[in-house]
């Protein structure tokens, strides 16, 4: 596992919760209108996702080795 995220720290993460964050916090392009602080917290979720899909990766891929 990626040495910024030790594996022996993450709990196991859940497909089907992942998959609702996924669609909750979507990686999208920001509308014109919307504030600075909107799109810096929307691409803080979309982070959050990401590194949570990463780390289920990386346990599916240890429990298949």
Not at 10 to 29: G, Q, R, S
Request: proline residues 5%.
């Amino acid at each position: 596992m990626n040495d910024q995220y030790p594996d022996e720290t993450w709990p196991v993460i859940d497909k089907e919760l992942l998959n609702m964050l996924d669609i909750l916090f979507a990686d999208k392009c920001p509308d014109l209108d919307d504030e600075d602080r909107t799109i810096w917290f929307q691409a803080g979720c979309a982070h959050v996702v990401k590194v949570l899909t990463s780390v289920y990766r990386e346990q599916q891929d240890n429990l298949e080795a």
